[in-house]
Structures are given as structure tokens and as C-alpha cells.
């Protein structure tokens, strides 16, 4: 089993955080609502604000980021039973080594204190995604058409929730 190290990102980590986000997005295009392009030339401020809205987990190797998984909470007391994960991301040189099954239960096991239920939301054609998030107990419960739009081209999204509690 590969050595990594999951913790959760602080403003300490703020080039980390940056660098994983931009290699993301310059990998996985597809897989992300926003774009390198977009991201690139934004101020520190930016990734500053991305850090403190969400809980970012990083994953290191070696102490060098190479995974990344960001959960948001929902505000309001109606809602804040419920937490959104997005931007998961694994570095292509490290996929298909478990390591992405090792940081969405370590971000489950975090989300037990403080939620009920996780959302997400995963590109239909994803298949290697939606394996593991079904395996990992999560359930489809719609299918969002038409979800990203990238040039011409659609982007339909599987809704998906786990209960934590």
C-alpha cells in the first residue's frame, strides 16, 4: 500500500491547495465546473476564499499534494444537516492505487461529525466515479440533464447521496 498522509488544508497550504486545483482542472477538465483558464491567473484571494468555505482534505505523498476532495457544508438551519462534496481529484500517476477510496472515507468518517448526509454530483460518464462512490454506499437519487455545458457539448450529472448517521 502506497505511504500518503490525508489531512485537511489550511491557509498554511494555500500553494498546495493552488497547485492541486490547477492540475485538476488541467487534467480532468471534464470533470470540473469551472476551467483552468478561468482559475489561472486568480488572486491568491481567491483559493484563500475557496479554503476557508469549505473543509479541503489534500492528499500528500512523499510531501507532495497529490489528491484533493473538498466538502461544503450547507448554511442555514434547515440545511446544515447536509454537506456537498466536489473536486475530487487524484493525480493520474497515482489513480488506481486505492488512494481515492482511502481520502472518501477518511472525508466520510469526518462528515459523521457534522452532518447527516453527503450530495454530489458526478458527470454520467464517469463510470470509475460512480463504481466507487457505489461502493462506498452512496445511491443515485436523480440524474441532472444538460448539467455542465463546455463549448457545445453537454455534460449530463448523476445526483447521488450517502447517509452518514
Known amino acids: 500500500m502506497l505511504n500518503i498522509e490525508i489531512k485537511i488544508l489550511s491557509i498554511n497550504e494555500l500553494k498546495d491547495f493552488r497547485t492541486i486545483r490547477l492540475s485538476a482542472l488541467e487534467k480532468s477538465p471534464k470533470m470540473f465546473g469551472s476551467t483552468y483558464t478561468a482559475e489561472v ?11 476557508s468555505n469549505s473543509t479541503v482534505f489534500g492528499v500528500y505523498h ?3 499534494i497529490i489528491g484533493l476532495a473538498t466538502l461544503t ?5 434547515k440545511f446544515s444537516h447536509k ?10 500517476r497515482f489513480q488506481k492505487k486505492g488512494i481515492a477510496n482511502r481520502l472518501l472515507n477518511a472525508v466520510i468518517e469526518y462528515s459523521k461529525k457534522y452532518v447527516e448526509q453527503i450530495l454530489l454530483t458526478v458527470a454520467e ?10 461502493k462506498l454506499g452512496f445511491q443515485i437519487y436523480g440524474l441532472e440533464e444538460k448539467a455542465l455545458k463546455d463549448n457545445d457539448e453537454y455534460i449530463d450529472e448523476i445526483l447521488m447521496k450517502l447517509f452518514v448517521i
Open 41 to 51: 491567473d486568480r488572486p491568491s484571494m481567491f483559493f484563500e476564499a475557496c479554503l
Open 62 to 64: 512523499k510531501n507532495e
Open 73 to 77: 457544508q450547507e448554511i442555514g438551519a
Open 83 to 92: 454537506a456537498y462534496l466536489s473536486s475530487v481529484f487524484i493525480e493520474p
Open 125 to 134: 460518464d464517469n463510470k470509475a466515479a460512480i463504481h466507487l462512490y457505489k
